[in-house]
């Protein structure tokens, strides 16, 4: 197999795998043995990837909330002035980040869409031609690179 099928079904692999498909799976449909998609996911940073792209907003607020009720709990039980003392600060701060999720278009919205419009390619490209392995390559390489801008900019870089 030349380097560029290679490349190719590297990235068909790697499409499939951040939508959700198992490893076995995508062995089957792209000719690749489980072993080396294993290899890729684990030294190519797929497993991070697809963990980042499936962490919705909702879920982070839930898990937010349930840290604010954590904290209030263990204030709760400890009757310690000091920690009780802290309460407000801590509760502000998570506040705050709920407040920022729930207001504004983030860097998790973005990586829902791509998610949901890589779903749709991968649908589409059953029935049409146009949508060769190399676009849908590309268009996740431009959707890769979007994301790790944006990362940049919120983090000050």
């Known amino acids: 197999m030349k380097k560029a099928d290679i490349e190719n079904k590297k990235s068909l692999a790697k499409t499939l795998y951040l939508s959700g498909m198992e490893q076995q799976e995508i062995a089957q449909k792209t000719g690749i043995s489980k072993v080396t998609i294993s ?79 890589n779903k749709w390619l991968e649908f589409r490209a059953q029935t049409d031609p146009h949508l060769t392995p190399e676009l849908r390559k590309a268009i996740n390489k431009y959707q890769d690179m979007f994301v790790v801008e944006k990362m940049g900019e919120r983090l000050g870089r």
């Open 39 to 117: 290899r890729w996911c684990n030294t190519e940073g797929w497993k991070e990837s697809r963990a980042a792209r499936n962490i919705t907003r909702p879920e982070l607020v839930n898990k937010l909330l349930l840290t604010i009720d954590n904290l209030i709990e263990q204030v709760n039980a400890s009757q310690d002035p000091a920690l009780m003392a802290s309460l407000g600060d801590k509760l502000s701060k998570l506040s705050s980040v709920i407040e920022k999720l729930d207001k504004k278009a983030n860097i998790v919205d973005v990586i829902e869409v791509f998610m949901a419009f």
